[in-house]
Nanobody, 126 residues
Framework: QVQLVESGGGLVQPGGSLRLSCAAS????????MAWFRQAPGKEREFVAS????????YYASSVKGRFTISRDSAKKTVYVQMNDLKPGDTAVYYC???????????????????WGQGTQVTVSS
């Protein structure tokens, strides 16, 4: 069973940066696409970015493209998202998840992911 633990959240001013980490335990991590999602109060969980098992293919939500960068270190079983030029609209709890086996790469649907972490809060405010 894969367990995911997010870290790196916090309070940052608009225009600032944060890097979130998602550490995985379990041997299946290396063969799955990994993704970040976020959920703001009163809103549905939404896709942020995903990265293929090799790291070759990445996908981003239009709202974060050009500002966020997803990466992974398979040796460390860790996925990262570097978030730059943060905006108040980026405020949310950020979750990482592992894509279910057999799902087409690039899916933005929460249903296609499993092993959700507990989340880490990101607050962008002056």
């Amino acid at each position: 069973q894969v367990q995911l633990v997010e870290s790196g959240g916090g309070l940052v001013q608009p225009g600032g940066s944060l890097r979130l980490s998602c550490a995985a335990s379990g041997r299946t991590f290396i063969s799955n696409t990994m993704a970040w999602f976020r959920q703001a109060p009163g809103k549905e969980r939404e896709f942020v970015a995903s990265i293929s098992w090799s790291g070759t293919n990445t996908y981003y939500a239009s709202s974060v493209k050009g500002r966020f960068t997803i990466s992974r270190d398979s040796a460390k079983k860790t996925v990262y998202v570097q978030m730059n030029d943060l905006k108040p609209g980026d405020t949310a709890v950020y979750y990482c998840a592992r894509q279910k086996t057999g799902v087409i790469s690039g899916s933005e649907l929460p249903f296609d992911y499993t092993n959700w972490g507990q989340g880490t809060q990101v607050t962008v405010s002056s």
